[in-house]
């Protein structure tokens, strides 16, 4: 059996495309609070939601194989890895539970869509911080182990 292997340029560019899919998705989910957004483009922002969640996820399972876990480095990236998967249960819930109340006349709005925008924001914002790590890590020998 063919085991395909990860070269460093690969996971750069994962990094490089998985940062610029979560700060687009911040940008375009300002915008969309603020002044809402058109059909067309909401579908692009949906689309791009979902491309940036995915990215995330793959950078995960990267690190936890591709990371070399003794280094003092390695060992933070791993730690906020799986420190991402723990914000993103917390955002889920904000946002399901921010919009589950949406439904309830007798809350406050504000708490509804304060609820939905930081779990938004909270879940891209560390997905940029995330992946903007990865990449200045990543031509770190120390760190990430390439055959």
Known sequence: MKVMKIRKEQVKYLCIIAFGANISSILLGILHYIIGLHIAIGIIFSIIIVLSWFLNNILIILNDFKIVK????????????????????????????GLFLLNANWFSP??????IVIGFLSFFTYGSAFSYLNIKAIDNREVWKFE
């Open 70 to 97: 003794s280094s003092p480095e390695g060992k933070k990236l791993n730690r906020l890895g799986y420190g991402f998967l723990g914000v993103q249960i917390i955002a889920i819930f904000l946002l399901v539970g």
């Open 110 to 115: 504000l708490l509804q869509y304060t609820l």
